[in-house]
């Protein structure tokens, strides 16, 4: 359970909320407009996770005075920011995409401890992949992306069986996309206290 000294709900009113809101703001702005999540808004949001943490769990964590960290515990955010990181470099080794996506979800995993990162994570992804898929189907037309999309995955699980996409299927596919903003679209339900029940 994570405690806000604000009216504000969920976490959005502890400094876990504070930096995980800065984080995204940082991350998608970068993003959308060089197409680059950097190191220097991650890996600090990562240190103030472990910070905040670990002065959260200081004597029992239970004290009023600890309450306005918004901290989940220190292992549950290091385990938190392990589970994340793989999913995340799972999803980057198929999807393709950016190295920045990667740390900054472990970043958020860090913040955000297990079960709220994997809501964050569902909800980024289901975000991401619907409104992409509708901007797709809009520009190039379902058949081309189903067939993209099927030679990317075939050619990924059976090397052997299926030719990778054409050269016009794999510019389309390689089209950077800012999924910082889309992490920030997922996780802003988080914040406020609407996640998932795992």
Known sequence: MVYSHTTL?????????LVAVLLLTACSVTD??????HNWAT???????????AAGSIGDGSGEEYKFLGAIGF????????????IALAVYSIAGGGGGDVKL???LGALLGVDRAMSALLYTFIGAGVIIACWAI?????IFLFKAFARRLGAFFFPGWVGPPSAEEKVFLQRPIPLA???ALGTTPVLLGLDLQW
Request: avoid cysteine; charged fraction near 5%; aromatic fraction near 16%.
């Open 105 to 107: 979800a472990t970043a």
């Open 75 to 86: 292992p549950n955010s290091i385990v938190a920011a392990v589970i994340v990181f793989f």
């Open 181 to 183: 903003a889309f992490f």
């Open 138 to 142: 809009w520009t190039v037309g379902p």
């Open 43 to 53: 890996y600090p949001a990562v240190l103030w996770a472990l910070g905040l943490n």
């Open 9 to 17: 709900p969920g976490t959005i009113g502890t400094w876990s909320g």
């Open 32 to 37: 959308i407009r060089r197409h680059k999540i």
